[in-house]
């Protein structure tokens, strides 16, 4: 029984301090995704990053693309990164 219990505060504290390095993987990933995507689109610097992730991440016709995207660069898979944010098709931003 104390195996279990101390398997459990181990198992649980490892995932705890995974956490915030997990996070900010995740932030960092995305940043670099948006930074490619207003690349990529033309996006203006005056439309700000949440619009940018907002308007791509409601984008029916991109979800399969940026899924692919999301997964690729997550797994250093830079070509297939590419490749998939290249065929994202760039939606049209009004001037704020």
């Known amino acids: 029984m104390k195996i279990l219990i101390l398997t459990t505060l181990i198992v649980s504290s ?4 995974a956490s915030p ?9 995305e ?3 948006i ?6 689109c033309d996006i203006p610097p005056t439309v700000p990053d949440e619009k ?4 791509f991440l409601n984008s029916q016709i991109n979800h399969q693309s940026l899924s692919a995207a999301g ?4 797994d250093g898979r830079h070509d ?3 490749t998939s944010i290249e065929s994202i098709r760039c939606p ?5």
Not at 35 to 40: F, N, Q, S, V
Not at 52 to 55: D, E, I, T
Not at 92 to 96: A, E, G, M, P, Y
Request: aromatic content about 8%.
């Open 14 to 17: 490892m995932s705890a301090l």
């Open 21 to 29: 390095y997990d996070n900010l993987a995740h932030a960092l990933n």
């Open 80 to 82: 297939q990164y590419q």
């Open 92 to 96: 049209t931003f009004v001037k704020q």
């Open 52 to 55: 940018v992730k907002s308007v």
């Open 35 to 40: 930074k490619d995507l207003r690349t990529h």
């Open 31 to 33: 940043q670099v995704m």
């Open 71 to 74: 997964s690729a660069l997550k």
